[in-house]
């Protein structure tokens, strides 16, 4: 039986109750829109800045308004996770720092991230140590 998940998920503390739904719709929308410069900078790092870029409810790109290159990535954790682009980013930092990000809650990890970020911008390797 298919069941809809954003009406029916709930988060277990402990057997003497649960906690409110956060709307996950609504907080990766909230997230992308208040992150998307960040999102944009690492993606155009990634993939080259002939990437013309697209951050919605998923990130959107091209490259050089080419439709046949049309292409998305699901989610801002989705691409924080992919190996390609963050050692394509970072190098060989790129798994230790995924580790950190995943070890802090999602609400924190875009902050991190952009620390990270600006810290190989600024061209000071030392502060991306883990």
Not at 16 to 29: A, I, N, P, R, T
Not at 114 to 123: G, R, S, W
């Amino acid at each position: 039986m298919f069941l809809d998940l954003k009406y029916t998920l709930f988060i277990r503390l402990s057997d003497s109750g649960v906690v409110s739904m956060k709307d996950y719709l609504e907080f990766e929308s909230a997230r992308n829109k208040s992150n998307a410069s960040l999102y944009v900078s690492i993606m155009k790092h990634a993939f080259g800045d002939r990437a013309d870029i697209l951050i919605g409810h998923h990130l959107c790109f091209e490259i050089s308004g080419d439709l046949a290159t049309e292409n998305e990535i699901p989610s801002a954790d989705t691409m924080m996770f992919d190996h390609n682009v963050m050692t394509s980013v970072f190098g060989d930092r790129a798994i230790s720092i995924m580790q950190h990000l995943a070890a802090i809650p999602a609400e924190s990890r875009d902050r991190v991230l952009e620390a990270y970020f600006d810290c190989l911008k600024a061209e000071m390797p030392t502060c991306l140590e883990i």
